[in-house]
Structures are given as structure tokens and as C-alpha cells.
């Protein structure tokens, strides 16, 4: 890997994708536990679904939340000494702590947009650098089946107004007029690549309009250094002392 490069264009842009960081194989593993969580947790709280079918009698799952706490695999997969390099990396040499996780699922044909925001607007973490997060592609991604877009060099302002989606009660969103859209890029990334955010970036996912899933591990981290407004800090999966992301 060409980590000095890695953190140069990230510093530039606020976000890379990095590709090949996980395997074939570790990644298939993921994903069968993913549908596995999803199909034995459909009916609970922590597991968000879409309509498939006209009638609404059909759906299927679009997110899970906090996947690190339900299964072992969700959270060794994430001390991959590759994966922990390019964090620590971009964090300033700091040790990356785990604050949150959830597990973002576009159905064929039937994903929706999310609209553009940026991260550090719901967690309210400072200093901004020192907080990212690291999407893992749990298989191709592209402009059909619904990939990140960013806004290059957003993170270097400030946390714009966000405002209330009324359709989606719990997203917010960044008005048009404050985004400049001839900075707008996709990410596309492979199975198994990683798409890493300064959280001040603005993003946005496009609407899944192919017959292929598009499914991603997002996990969020932040250094010992980070405080909060928010509850992000009080509600993290790993705290400073704690050795590993496996020992939390």
C-alpha cells in the first residue's frame, strides 16, 4: 500500500476508496452472516426493511444496526492489520477506536437515495479530524447499484445547516444552495475495497436501480483525542481504554 499517497489524496479530497483491503473470502463470510442477521432479526428494532412489493406484503432488510454487538465475525473482521493501517494512517498515527456500526443494504431495484449530509452533523464530534468512517464494500459497487458521491474538499468548511426530511424522519439533509455539485464524484469500489470519509465531508448514496444487492459495512472511529456534543461518545462500541475492538 502507498499510505503517504493514500493520506494525501484523503487530506485533499476528505474522502479514497481503497480497494483489494479485504479478501474474497473474508468478505463472503460477511456477507452470509449479514443475511443470516438479517433473516433471524427481521421482525426486531434493529432491523430496518424496505417494501419489494406493491401491496407492501413483501420487503425486504435495508439496514442493521450496531452489527459489531450481534456476532463475532462483525467484529473481527475489523482488526485486519491492512484495514487497521489506513485508519491509524488517517487519523493522525492514532490508535482508531470503534464508535459505531451499522450495515447499509440497497435490495435490487428497490434501494433508496440518501440524501446529502454530512457525518459529523449527527455525531458533533471535534476535532473533525480525528473522526471517520470506513464503508466496506461487501460486493461491486457502482453508479447502477447505488455508490457513495462526494463532494471533494467539503471537509475543509465548516458543518453546514441541515435540515429535516419530512418523508424520512430520521435523515437530515444539506440544502442545494450549500453544495457544490461541480465537485460532486462517485466511488466506485470492489468487493472487498474500503471507502474511507473525513467526517465533514458532504455525501450521498444514489437510488439502487439494478437487479444486483448493494450492501455495505459502515464503521465509524474517532482517537482518544475526540470529545462530543452528542451522545456518539457515550454510545461507542469501544472506549480509549479498552485494548482491542474485540475486547470491548
Not at 445547516?161 to 444552495?177: F, T
Amino acid at each position: 500500500m502507498d499510505l503517504p499517497n493514500i493520506k494525501k489524496q484523503f487530506n485533499e479530497n476528505g474522502w479514497i476508496v481503497v480497494n483489494n483491503v479485504f479478501s474474497f473470502q473474508d468478505i463472503d463470510e460477511v456477507l452470509k452472516k449479514t443475511m443470516e442477521v438479517s433473516d433471524r432479526e427481521l421482525n426486531s428494532g434493529d432491523i430496518h426493511t424496505i417494501d419489494t412489493s406493491s401491496d407492501g406484503k413483501i420487503s425486504s432488510p435495508r439496514k442493521i444496526n450496531n452489527p459489531y454487538l450481534k456476532e463475532e465475525l462483525f467484529r473481527t473482521i475489523l482488526e485486519k492489520n491492512k484495514f487497521q493501517n489506513i485508519l491509524s494512517q488517517l487519523l493522525k498515527d492514532e490508535k482508531p477506536i470503534l464508535g459505531a456500526t451499522q450495515i447499509f443494504m440497497k435490495p435490487p431495484f428497490h434501494g433508496t437515495a440518501k440524501p446529502y449530509h454530512q457525518d459529523n452533523s449527527y455525531f458533533k464530534c471535534s476535532p473533525a479530524d480525528e473522526l471517520i468512517t470506513a464503508w466496506i464494500a461487501l460486493e461491486d459497487v457502482d453508479e447502477g447499484n447505488g455508490c457513495l458521491r462526494y463532494i471533494n474538499g467539503s471537509h475543509k468548511g465548516e458543518i453546514v445547516e441541515h435540515h429535516e426530511v419530512p418523508e424520512a424522519a430520521h435523515d437530515l439533509k444539506i440544502a442545494n444552495k450549500d453544495i457544490d455539485y461541480s465537485k460532486e464524484r462517485s466511488a466506485i469500489v470492489k468487493k472487498g475495497g474500503v471507502v474511507f470519509h473525513h467526517g465533514g465531508t458532504m455525501h450521498t448514496s444514489l437510488k439502487n436501480s439494478s437487479d444486483r444487492w448493494r450492501r455495505g459495512y459502515a464503521t465509524h472511529w474517532y482517537t482518544k483525542n475526540v470529545t462530543s456534543e452528542s451522545n456518539f461518545l457515550e454510545n461507542a462500541h469501544c472506549k480509549p481504554e479498552d485494548i482491542c475492538v474485540t475486547t470491548c
